[in-house]
């Protein structure tokens, strides 16, 4: 497939993650079963661009009439982030957080994509009470970011 795809391919082998074939090319899929929920995960190799990218799905969608209120939620959790951000697609609700290394002239190592992909989860993991008090508590989103700890 090329040599990002390989590396991808290679660290979930050697880790023992489950995946299966992505819905997009290059891309595999997998699951984490996290503290907060189950999370389904896509790892893309972006080839042309020289780049591994990781997106870890939040198990919910916002509600339509929650859409803005959880976009401002996002945008203020992104703030001052320095690795990873979150985003959420306005047309269906659905939340995901994306980790990505730029590997032009380098090799994706093991390390690389083990650092990507743990960031991403984590991170995740650390915003998802203040998603869903916003979806499904009543929390405003200065109660929200006080339970994220930001």
Known sequence: ??????????????DEWHVTPGSVENSLETD?????????????AAEPQNQFVFYSIVPVVA????????GTFLH????GLIIGNLEMD????????KTSVDVEDT?????????TIHDNILQLE?????I????????DIEAALTKVGR
């Open 1 to 14: 497939m090329g040599r990002i795809f390989d590396a991808v391919v290679q660290f979930f082998e050697q």
């Open 63 to 70: 509600p339509v009439e929650l859409i803005d209120l959880v």
């Open 32 to 44: 984490y079963p996290g503290k907060h929920g189950h999370l389904s995960c896509i790892a893309f």
């Open 132 to 139: 869903y008090g916003l979806i499904h508590g009543g929390l």
């Open 76 to 79: 203020r959790v992104n703030y």
């Open 90 to 97: 306005y047309s269906d609700g659905e939340i995901r957080f």
């Open 126 to 130: 650390q915003y998802l009470p203040g």
């Open 107 to 115: 090799e994706l190592t093991y390390e690389l994509i083990r650092n």
